[in-house]
């Protein structure tokens, strides 16, 4: 059974970093993309960003491009979201999600088998 567990999440002002972290467990991911989205009250889930496990490949929300950096530790079998400058509306909850295959691209959280929990960030101005 796959299991995605977020923390690293918390309350800072506008500014500031924050880096979230994903522990995956019961599956080899190697052949998995891992996905980080976040939902605003009142909002649908959106997409920030995946990193294909194997070679460690990247993709970006254009909201997010240039200020976060989304990474993974094999050894740790975990997925970072690396947060700076980080802004009021970035304030959501924020989930971790794995699916299978290699298609770096996956910006629906429908494409994704796999959720975590979710982690609050909230940003103050």
């Known amino acids: 059974q796959v299991q995605l567990v977020e923390s690293g999440g918390g309350l800072v002002q506008a500014g500031d970093s924050l880096r979230l972290s994903c522990a995956a467990s019961?599956?080899?991911?190697?052949?998995?993309?891992m996905g980080w989205f976040r939902q605003a009250p009142g909002k649908e889930r959106a997409f920030v960003a995946t990193v294909r496990w194997s070679g460690g490949s990247t993709y970006y929300a254009d909201s997010v491009k240039g200020r976060f950096t989304i990474s993974r530790d094999n050894a740790k079998n975990t997925v970072y979201l690396q947060m700076n400058s980080l802004k009021p509306e970035d304030t959501a909850v924020y989930y971790c999600?794995?699916?299978?295959?290699?298609?770096?691209?996956?910006?629906?959280?429908?494409?994704?088998?796999?959720w975590g929990q979710g982690t609050q960030v909230t940003v103050s101005s």
């Open positions: 019961g599956r080899t991911f190697s052949s998995y993309v």
């Open positions: 999600a794995a699916t299978v295959g290699r298609h770096l691209y996956k910006t629906f959280p429908s494409e994704y088998n796999y």
